[in-house]
């Protein structure tokens, strides 16, 4: 029985149920398989790294590679900028010590006061450059001297002469065969009425005599037909844009949240004007009613002049003099001086001479360019726009920002509280240009300025009819609460965005046919630096970066210019350790930014044979040392930011250093790991 039941068994044991010998092993299986697996992903891994590395080193590479030239007509303006400007590369000992003074160290002499060290340290310093820098300042001189003899423009204008200028351009421009608006006509018409200087030595004083009488008279010229002050002083305003006794500004309230029980009424507090004829007349036909509210900024001067006006009406009836009659005559003499011959306006500079003003006599085209743009302001913020601020701009200013949301997001913050605020505000402001909000077309343009009608030779009445458009733009400002802010040279907040002007994109810091190095190292850098001191006024108080790393560059800098054992002798403000710190995030947000733009147009054009990357850090030094506007708070020459940047990384033409056996390199904390 038992033999049965076992042959039983072995028949029904199928051989497909018993194991065979040949057949692999289920857990050997799964674990080649799972080898086989992380080699292949291994192995993706190491292909994409090194695809990457490979890509990353191409790119560095392009950056340092000689580029095309560019031979637009804004680029020929602009190599001359560059072709007497000594490389930085070929002295990397001195260039970024002395790069923005032609006279080598008596700059850098200034500011080495300023760090407290004693004169005696500051003469035996001086004699040790002397000697180091002696060649590199005669070479200077002499490109110096061949530029001028050239007639060329060695330096960067500042970015508001830049504006008027490019303005000056504008207006300048025949345009042959192109059809000019209406509008466009009469605003280079008005400018090259001004321009005259001939027209109002013809005529002389009379036109001024002849509008005296228009307005009453005046006892000291002639008959006064006792007109009311306060007629006069709202004629004054509304009519000729002149202010006697205050000034009007029309813009946004930085104190909305204010209730307006805690505002102060001037109804009340100056009664010797009539306000509120005076506000009616001047932004007519927009209705101005007592309730509206009326922000007074220095109220105690409103009061005590209001005081004043009262004893002198008192005084003149009188005494039946005309103190206040002949204050306000003086005061629309002197707004129309610029339309009247010579003898007027070179009165007024002696009186100012005399009186201390030291200023340089502004050029003639200056001071017609800023009349017509009184008059004309969203005209050409929008000519300014067509011109100059393309796509390109547009691209910049989005990069520009990128860069900098992500050199904020890896600062190191000092609390949550005001980490979370500041970051959430900046993801949350959008950047654009300004004239997108006033981007009229040309019908509008003209029906804008319709009413205007100017003549050829008579630039006082012309200037008459400027100060009537500055009038409207006022009414207009505050009725739809916009202005051609083209105009302006500076980003600015409004709401939720950051207002970038087109008066920005100008030449030489800006041009749609320039390389992106040039753009990027220019006016990139400057946007950069405006940005963090707009919206990081304080950041010293709020983040630990600006005092560990500018006291990196700070330490790095010492290290170079003195002697070992006094390089951590001297310390910084903190004023100036944020200074250093912006400054230096502005190279760096400027430089990610142009890697950007070069990640999505790997291509790009140069001047004067550099590379990419050579031309980038040549334009930020030929524009910090030129045209920026916060040199003169840092403690040293910006454009040595350039020698640190480039001992940190692997993105310049050669190593920018001199060190000797006794100096040490700089620290690599020195360099932000968030844009690299």
């Known amino acids: 029985m038992d033999e049965n039941l076992a042959v039983h068994q072995e028949m029904v044991t199928t051989p497909e149920n018993q194991p065979r010998s ?22 993706l891994f190491a292909t994409t790294l090194g695809l990457g590395i490979y890509s990353h080193l191409q790119k560095e590479s392009q950056l340092k590679s000689a580029a095309p030239p560019c031979l637009s007509p804004a680029c020929l303006k602009a190599s001359v900028h560059f072709s007497v400007a000594m490389d930085p590369f070929s002295h990397p000992c001195d260039y970024f010590l002395f790069a923005c003074g032609a006279g080598g160290s008596s700059t850098n002499n200034e500011r080495q006061r300023i760090k407290g060290s004693s004169n005696e340290d500051n003469g ?14 005669r070479m200077r001189r002499e490109a110096d001297v061949q530029g001028k003899s050239d007639g060329w423009l060695n330096k960067f204008p500042d970015r508001q002469t830049a504006l008027l200028k490019a303005i000056k351009e504008i207006l300048e421009s025949s345009e042959e065969g192109v059809s000019m608006s209406a509008a ?56 000729y844009s002149t202010f006697p006794f205050f000034s009007v500004y029309v813009g946004p309230d930085s104190g909305e949240e204010q209730n307006a029980s805690n505002q102060h009424y001037i109804q009340t507090l100056a009664p010797a004007i009539d306000w509120l004829a005076c506000l009616q007349a001047m932004f007519q036909p927009l209705p101005i009613s007592q309730s509206d509210i009326v922000l007074v900024h220095n109220l105690p001067y409103i ?38 011959d010579s003898r ?82 900046i993801k949350s402001l959008n950047p654009r240009l300004s004239t997108k909000t006033n981007n009229l077309n ?95 006024p304080d950041i010293h108080t709020q983040t630990n970066n600006p005092e560990s790393e500018s006291m990196c560059v700070w330490s790095h800098y010492l290290s170079v210019t003195k002697d070992p054992g006094q390089a951590g002798t001297f310390s910084l403000p903190p004023s100036k350790q944020q200074e250093v710190w912006v400054q230096y995030s502005a190279l760096q947000v400027a430089l990610d930014a142009y890697k950007i733009s070069f990640t999505r147009h790997p291509t790009d054009s140069s001047l004067s044979g550099l590379s990419y990357i050579h031309l980038f850090l040549s334009s930020f030094t030929k524009v910090t040392c030129d045209a920026d506007p916060y040199r003169e708070f840092m403690p040293f020459e910006p454009s040595f930011l350039v020698t640190v940047l480039c001992s ?27 844009l690299h």
Not at 124 to 137: F, P, Q, S, Y
Not at 375 to 397: C, M, N, P, T, Y
Request: net charge neutral; proline share 4%.
């Open 648 to 674: 940190n990384s692997g993105f310049c033409p050669k190593l920018l250093t001199c060190l000797n056996t006794s100096q040490s390199s700089p620290h690599e904390m020195c360099l932000s790991r968030t």
């Open 124 to 137: 035996e310093l001086d004699k040790k450059r002397a000697v180091r820098t002696g060649g590199l300042v």
């Open 442 to 536: 040309h019908t509008e343009l003209n029906h804008l300025y319709a009413e205007v009608v100017l003549k050829e030779e008579d630039f006082f009445s012309n200037y008459l009819q400027m100060l009537v458009l500055e009038q409207k733009s006022r009414c207009r400002l505050l009725s739809h609460g916009t202005r051609a802010e083209g105009l302006s040279i500076t980003p600015s907040i409004s709401g939720n965005d950051i207002i970038i002007p087109v008066g920005m994109f100008v030449l030489p810091f800006f041009h749609s046919s320039y390389p992106r190095a040039l753009n990027y190292g220019t006016l990139g850098s400057l946007m950069a630096k405006d940005l963090l001191h707009l919206l990081l």
């Open 184 to 239: 466009e006509q009469k605003a280079k018409k008005f400018f090259k009425t001004c321009m005259d200087a001939e027209s109002p030595e013809k005529v002389g004083s009379e036109p001024f005599l002849k509008l005296l009488q228009q307005l009453g008279g005046w006892a000291v010229s002639g008959e006064w037909n006792q007109t009311d002050f306060n007629t006069t002083l709202t004629l004054l305003m509304s009519q």
């Open 303 to 340: 009061s005590h002049m209001s005081q004043t006006i009262s004893q002198w009406r008192v005084k003149q009836e009188i005494m039946g003099t005309i103190p206040l009659h002949t204050y306000m005559i003086f005061s629309l003499l002197q707004t129309l001086i610029p339309a009247l």
């Open 22 to 43: 040949d057949e692999p092993n289920p857990v050997g299986c799964n674990k080649y398989r799972w080898c086989l697996l992380v080699l292949f992903a291994f192995s």
């Open 344 to 425: 007027f306006f070179q009165t007024m500079r002696n009186f100012s001479i005399v009186t201390g003003d030291t200023q340089e006599e502004m050029p003639r085209w200056r001071r017609c360019v800023q009349q017509t743009e009184r008059g004309f302001d969203v005209l050409l913020s929008h000519a300014i726009r067509e011109r100059h601020a393309q796509k390109e701009a547009e691209e910049l200013i989005h990069d520009v920002y990128s860069s900098l949301k992500k050199k904020l997001t890896d600062l190191s913050w000092r609390d949550n509280k005001s980490s979370d605020f500041i970051l959430n505000k």
